[in-house]
């Protein structure tokens, strides 16, 4: 099992940047590739960005492409979330979680960071 702890959130203007962390501990050696994702109030969690763990190919969400940038240190077991030009639609609850294999599901689930961008 993995246990995920997610810091760096905070309150930011908009157009500001914040950088998140996702700590991961336990049975790492498993993980095949580390997600966030984020929920804002009223709305259904959403996908953010993803990375493979060993080969560190990226996915993300339209919304995001060009403003926020996820990577890993496999050596920390850490992977984090660079977000720039930050948007008050970003303000949501930001979680990581991890896929344990190419047809696994996300699970682990982080208790999540909050992230509020003001206008």
């Known amino acids: 099992q993995v246990q995920l702890v997610e810091s760096g959130g905070g309150l930011v203007q908009a157009g500001g940047s914040l950088r998140l962390s996702c700590a991961a501990s336990g049975r790492t050696f498993s993980t095949y590739a580390m997600g966030w994702f984020r929920q804002a109030p009223g709305k259904e969690r959403e996908f953010v960005a993803s990375?493979?763990?060993?080969?560190?190919?990226?996915t993300y969400r339209d919304s995001v492409k060009g403003r926020f940038t996820i990577s890993r240190d496999n050596t920390k077991n850490t992977v984090y979330l660079q977000m720039n030009s930050l948007k008050p639609e970003d303000t949501a609850v930001y979680t990581c979680?991890?896929?344990?294999?190419?047809?696994?599901?996300?699970?682990?689930w982080g208790q999540g960071t909050q992230v509020t961008v003001s206008s």
């Open positions: 990375i493979q763990w060993s080969v560190g190919s990226t």
């Open positions: 979680a991890n896929q344990r294999s190419v047809i696994g599901m996300w699970s682990n």
